[in-house]
Nanobody, 115 residues
Framework: QVQLVESGGGLGQAGGSLRLSCVYS????????MGWYRQARGKQREFVAS???????NYPASVKGRFTVSRDTAKNTVYLQMNSLKPEDSAVYYC?????????WGQGTQVTVSS
């Protein structure tokens, strides 16, 4: 059974940090790259970070240098360490495979950053 469960969101302050976790189940994720995505209210979902089996990571300019994605394959978990938070980071954060598969979306975890 394919399932993605995100957690770790909450209320953060500008300049602060939060760490998100995504536990995945289903053999399909064992050999795929994993990614983090976010959707702010009224906006389209956007890519935030990806990590490949090799450890190679990728970030858009908006979060590069502030966010770090990591993966613990033994725990079937992907993490997103978010530092130097900005109010514009407020969104629901999701994990998914890379490339993403629409039917895999979980419930996401809300991140709200106050100024």
């Amino acid at each position: 059974q394919v399932q993605l469960v995100e957690s770790g969101g909450g209320l953060g302050q500008a300049g602060g940090s939060l760490r998100l976790s995504c536990v995945y189940s289903g053999n399909i994720f064992s050999d795929t790259a994993m990614g983090w995505y976010r959707q702010a209210r009224g906006k389209q979902r956007e890519f935030v970070a990806s990590i490949y089996r090799s450890g190679l990571t990728n970030y858009p300019a908006s979060v590069k240098g502030r966010f770090t994605v990591s993966r613990d394959t033994a725990k079937n978990t992907v993490y997103l360490q978010m530092n130097s938070l900005k109010p514009e980071d407020s969104a629901v954060y999701y994990c998914n495979s890379v490339p993403l598969v629409e039917r895999y979306w979980g419930q996401g975890t809300q991140v709200t950053v106050s100024s």
